[in-house]
């Protein structure tokens, strides 16, 4: 049972650019990167960025034009490259996958989140 580990975030100031990282760790590749999501205290969830199983991808309206989501061939890692940024942005960014091993095939998994901060 692998987990998901995201990196990159930090402080930048707004318009400016970071870019997030999301890698499969562990001993068995299980897990499919599927995309990003954010939450701010208080709020549920909310998406960033996804993949869905035919590769296809949806982005949420307000980060339209100024993120990209991408990912390596082998779906073990993710990215999320945000351009522009806005005060409004400024959230724990957690990445998301599929479990695909018998014990947790079609599962949702969470990563730990790594914070982003915009400042004015």
């Known amino acids: 049972q692998a987990r998901l580990v995201e990196s990159g975030g930090g402080l930048v100031q707004s318009g400016g650019s970071l870019k997030l990282s999301c890698a499969v760790s562990?001993?068995?590749?299980?897990?499919?990167?599927m995309g990003w999501y954010r939450q701010t205290p208080g709020h549920q969830r909310e998406l960033v960025a996804k993949y869905d199983m035919d590769g296809r991808i949806t982005y949420a309206d307000p980060v339209k034009g100024r993120f990209t989501i991408s990912r390596d061939r082998d779906r073990k890692q993710v990215y999320l490259q945000m351009n522009s940024l806005k005060t409004e942005d400024t959230a724990d960014y957690f990445c998301?996958?599929?479990?695909?091993?018998?014990?947790?095939?079609?599962?949702?998994?969470w990563g730990k989140g790594t914070l982003v901060t915009v400042s004015t």
């Open positions: 998301y996958g599929v479990g695909l091993a018998p014990g947790n095939s079609g599962m949702d998994v």
């Open positions: 562990g001993a068995l590749f299980d897990i499919d990167c």
